[in-house]
């Protein structure tokens, strides 16, 4: 709570979400709200915004609530003399990882997420801004919402979840001297961190979206990294492309359900329906199917940010069933950092190589 509240702001609360149904990421569909009632001031913005936020993340226990109790519930949530729900996870928890402690998961879905930088120079310092530094991955750590946004546009660094940076840190010397194709690159975080941390002979980045490959060529230019080449390709179906010929590292940031991510948007959870999950593991099948067709690739380092043993452990089980040439050298939960109680998003990667190399 960052003061005390209007009467109206929980009533008003409680209001905008019975309107929400999901369909839409639940920050564009406040701020379009927002749009049309301009005579909401920005206390009230600020605050309906995190009433909204304090509901979704328990909106198990508002679930079997009516009228009045659900005003009285969220009174007490804001006030702190109603604790918040313990096990946010509970209707899908035998979806999720063996792997995750589920008091972990339950006590970092409740954390604000903090934010990670990346710095290219080693010299800069963030201290002075608040920053915590963290030299097992080279970050800076900010517990409150700052604006980083001069040293990202002065290509002085990156904001990207520890968990990514420690994937890449792992796998870096996978990508030395090699041919490496970002085959789901997005805007290219990771791609970004290869190319500052590696020498490989050639990167490739990949993407069904052709305005986020603009995006990423867009942020080689401004971090002073050499741009890889680029091209819009759905990997989930059958690859014709000769620029891929003799690539010998795959990083498959996969698309998947993003559960890992879910403490920054709750509304995901409380809207979840595991029959997608099938949907998102076929696509990922199949994107590891088609990639392993590449007779000249050594190494797949496959990756998501799902807390989702389909999405995950499973996928691997099943892939490697069907190309028997491949095997699984080691599989991690990224994001968590010893000697600090701040944790990254959940990010899982599988290392997975060809015997016959």
Not at 191 to 199: D, E, F, G, W, Y
Not at 259 to 277: H, I, M, Q, Y
Request: hydrophobic residues 35%.
């Amino acid at each position: 709570m960052t003061g005390k509240r209007h009467p109206r702001h929980y009533e008003k609360s409680i209001e905008i979400l019975n309107s929400y149904d999901g369909r839409s990421p639940f920050p564009i569909y406040l701020n379009t709200l927002f749009k049309s009632n301009r005579n909401w001031g920005s206390k009230d913005r600020r605050s309906y915004r995190e009433l909204c936020y304090l509901i979704l993340k328990n909106y198990r226990l508002f679930e079997i609530l009516n009228g009045s109790l659900k005003l009285q519930l969220l009174k007490d949530l804001d006030i702190g003399i109603k604790e918040s729900d313990a096990h946010p996870y509970e209707k899908i928890h035998s979806q999720i990882s063996p792997a995750i402690s589920m008091s972990d998961l339950n006590n970092w879905y409740h954390e604000q997420p903090p934010v990670f930088f990346y710095s290219w120079d080693k010299k800069l310092q963030l201290d002075h801004l608040g920053g915590i530094f963290i030299e097992s991955s080279e970050s800076w750590l900010f517990t409150d919402n700052i604006n980083l946004n001069k040293f990202v546009v002065s290509g002085e660094g990156i904001i990207q979840d520890i968990s990514s940076t420690l994937l890449v840190n792992h796998y870096a010397p996978l990508f030395e001297n090699k041919k490496v194709w970002d085959c789901c690159s997005g805007a290219g975080g990771k791609a970004l961190m290869i190319s500052h941390l590696t020498k490989n002979t050639e990167l490739i980045c990949s993407d069904i979206r052709s305005q986020i490959i603009e995006n990423l060529k867009i942020r080689f230019i401004q971090n002073n990294l050499k741009t890889p080449e680029v091209s819009i390709l759905d990997v989930s179906k059958p690859i014709e492309s000769k620029s891929l010929n003799n690539v010998e590292v795959v990083l498959a940031d996969v698309p998947c359900t993003g559960s890992g991510t879910w403490r920054r948007n709750p509304e995901v959870l409380a809207f979840f329906k595991t029959d997608t999950l099938q949907i998102y593991a076929e696509r990922q099948l199949n994107i590891l199917r088609e990639i392993a067709k590449i007779n000249s690739i050594q190494t797949i380092v496959y990756c998501t940010c799902s807390i989702f043993s389909e999405e995950n452990e499973k996928v691997i089980e099943t892939f490697l069933g069907e190309f028997t040439q491949y095997e699984c050298l080691e599989q991690h939960y990224h994001g968590e950092v010893k000697n600090l109680e701040k944790r990254g998003d959940y990010l899982f990667s599988a290392r997975l190589e060809r015997k016959d190399y």
